[in-house]
């Protein structure tokens, strides 16, 4: 009776050692398992391999009591190979299941040295032996009693957990070396087998997990982790792998065409939204350009805001086609985060082996190309080499780079006249850089380079901050004029642009009627809802807006009065044409209109590119407000301006009877 109640332990310490593991890791891999396996069935085949022959030959009696006395070592084995298992099983090797693993040894070694002692009839009650049965279930009971850490799941899993297994596999391969010089146990070569087996099993899976490793390795390698698309890496290794092959060798249908895209206005979006829109508006391009794209292309984000398509078997006429789609699918609203935003793309085409031998200089082609689309703003512009200027671009943009850190830009002024007192009210800022090698390059040639570099934010920082000092030096010299600053889109979209203006304006203690911010069409065009928000709220601090080169676009007229602006400025194209013969009725009519229009809405009309003497007759009869152009003053830096020779150039020009009525609102 007694015996029954010590063997009923066993399957509950077995149930116990589950519970515990339950309660330290909420689930466990295939090799988890395989693991504490092989660990606890070596641990048992050590065991067995030293002391089971020996335990055997030493039981006698009936048959009952020789299964009762084989019952413990067998239960100690099993549990031993249970406790074992555990510890490598749960990661970390937690103190509980140390303390149940070392109570487990402990009982093994008690009741192994009970039976010898048993066997040779020298047991006797009171020894230490008794001390070890109580020490162990003292340490079996200590595990329930000992806190239970935060449940760990299976990827916590690391390296010690194989320290055991290890050791496990060695020892089965010694036992069998070392039976064939000695009588092993068959209980013993059984565990050492069974031990081996799983030792195979594991090895298989750890082939497995090793093979899906590394294709995972290579798949994170070659993809973008933001969007999922392929990333730089994966197209230089597919163009890299196509240009192995020798170019005279390549059948016509082998030909391929890159295709770099770059978002136009993301910046803005990124600096008014924030990153985390931005990043979710490059994860909804993914899934639009591979829409439009066959399986067997590649469709990758190289980085930032820059992607690409490779289309293989494609020659221009297709590569023409593919971009036509991109642009389309690209042109409706994107949601993100409840934010419906809009952008374009400008994409560069380049093709091989027409324009390129090695991957390197078909990247370099493209990438020219794409330059040229967003400086022409076009969709999608074609490389074409004797247009080809990509090193001597690239080198200009970082020296625009330089040239605006070491503030080597200048800005020149241009006067614009009262139509009524001939006196100069505002002057418009014009950046000039003059190259300390290649000497004056022109605004239409290094404005895009800083728009398509990210430069821009920083050249109008200092367009602004210098024509507002300079406006104050000119205040307290006793010219009360203002000046006029031109904004790029990049400008316009910034949130933060009120801000930074008047924040000048204070430094140098000036109003908002010190300043006019100039702005195109196309400018405005490019996100109508957020520009119009801005411009509202330049407005109605105090800020006047002037749409220029008003007449060239086709959407000006239908947004004109929905828009918080302050002035119009009539193209030069028209101020141009006046004097050439056979169209000045028509210039002249376009010109009238303006004005009326601009009057009807209350605003103030400029004129601009007014460059002959006789032009100021007609724009005052007409009732333009303001004139500015080469026959009033060239631009100029502001110690060349002499304000005094302007007014008296200028006063001549004006007829007396045709002065505008004083009550007009300027």
């Known amino acids: 009776m007694a015996d029954a109640f010590y063997l009923i332990m066993y399957p509950l310490a077995y149930l116990g050692i589950m519970l515990i593991m339950r309660g330290e890791v909420r689930s466990f891999k295939a090799n988890n398992w395989l693991d504490g396996a092989i660990a606890g069935l070596g641990a048992a085949a050590i065991c067995a391999a030293f002391v089971f022959d020996t335990i055997v030959n030493s039981v006698s009696g009936s048959p009952a009591a020789v299964a009762v006395n084989l019952a413990y070592p067998v239960g100690d084995l099993i549990l031993l190979a249970f406790a074992v298992g555990a510890l490598v099983i749960v990661p970390g090797w937690p103190v509980r299941l140390v303390t149940l693993a070392a109570g487990c040894l402990v009982l093994a070694i008690g009741d192994t040295v009970y039976l010898f002692q048993n066997a040779n009839d020298s047991y006797q009650s009171g020894t230490i032996l008794d001390a070890s049965w109580m020490t162990a279930l003292f340490l079996l009971s200590l595990t329930v009693w000992q806190r239970v850490g935060a449940r760990r799941s299976d990827d916590d899993a690391h390296a010690p957990g194989f320290v055991l297994p290890a050791v496990a596999g060695v020892s089965a391969v010694t036992i069998i070396f070392v039976g064939n010089w000695m009588h092993i146990s068959s209980v013993a070569l059984g565990l050492t087998v069974a031990t081996l087996a799983l030792v195979g099993v594991r090895a298989g899976l750890s082939r497995g997990e090793l093979n899906a490793l590394t294709r995972a390795n290579h798949h994170h390698a070659v993809t973008d982790e933001l969007t999922g698309l392929g990333n730089r890496r994966l197209l230089t290794r597919e163009l890299d792998a196509i240009f192995a092959t020798p170019r005279d060798s390549w059948r016509p249908d082998e030909s391929l065409a890159l295709l770099m895209i770059d978002l136009d206005h993301f910046k803005e979006i990124n600096d008014s939204f924030g990153h985390p829109t931005g990043d979710g508006l490059l994860r909804l391009i993914g899934p639009r350009l591979s829409s439009v794209t066959r399986s067997s292309d590649v469709v990758v984000r190289l980085g930032g805001d820059e992607f690409a398509v490779l289309l293989t078997g494609a020659d221009v006429d297709f590569a023409m086609a593919i971009a036509e789609r991109i642009t389309t699918e690209i042109e409706p609203p994107f949601d993100v985060e409840g934010s419906c935003l809009h952008v374009g793309a400008s994409i560069g085409i380049a093709l091989a082996p027409q324009h390129a031998g090695d991957a390197t200089e078909l990247m370099r082609c493209a990438d020219v190309a794409m330059y040229r689309a967003k400086a022409a703003h076009s969709p999608y512009d074609i490389y074409e080499s004797a247009l080809d200027d990509g090193a001597d671009r690239l080198n200009l943009m970082e020296d625009l780079r330089a040239a605006i850190a070491d503030q080597a830009l200048t800005v020149y002024y241009q006067p614009q006249v009262d139509l009524r007192s001939g006196e100069v009210t505002t002057l418009e800022a014009l950046l000039r850089w003059s190259h300390p090698v290649l000497g004056f390059i022109p605004p239409d040639q290094f404005i895009p380079l800083a728009e398509e570099s990210g430069l821009m934010w920083s050249l109008t920082t200092f367009v602004l901050?210098?024509?507002?000092?300079?406006?104050?030096?000119?205040?307290?010299?006793?010219?009360?004029?203002?000046?006029?600053?031109?904004?790029?889109?990049?400008?316009?979209?910034?949130?933060?642009?009120?801000?930074?203006?008047?924040?000048?304006?204070?430094?140098?203690?000036?109003?908002?009627?010190?300043?006019v911010l100039e702005i195109t069409e196309s400018t405005v065009m490019a996100d109508l809802a957020r520009c119009k928000e801005i411009i509202q709220t330049l407005s109605d601090s105090g800020l006047v807006i002037s749409i220029d080169d008003f007449g060239t676009g086709f959407s000006s007229l239908a947004y004109l009065s929905d828009l918080a602006v302050g002035e119009l400025k009539i193209d030069r194209m028209f101020t141009a044409r006046l004097s050439i013969d056979g169209v000045d009725g028509r210039n002249e009519a376009i010109i009238r209109s303006s004005i009326e229009l601009g009057h009807s809405l209350g605003l103030r009309v400029v004129a601009e590119g007014v460059e002959r003497s006789d032009h100021f007759g007609f724009l005052a009869t007409a009732g333009c407000d303001v004139a500015q152009g080469y026959a009033i003053s060239f631009p100029a830096p502001p110690e060349e301006l002499d304000f005094a020779a302007i007014d008296d150039r200028a006063a001549p020009m004006l007829p007396a009877a045709h002065r505008l009525p004083a009550t007009l609102d300027r």
């Open 465 to 515: 901050e210098t024509a507002i000092a300079q406006c104050a030096e000119w205040r307290r010299g006793g010219r009360p004029v203002a000046v006029a600053v031109n904004l790029s889109t990049t400008n316009l979209l910034d949130s933060g642009l009120p801000g930074q203006i008047h924040a000048a304006l204070d430094r140098h203690g000036l109003g908002p009627d010190a300043l």
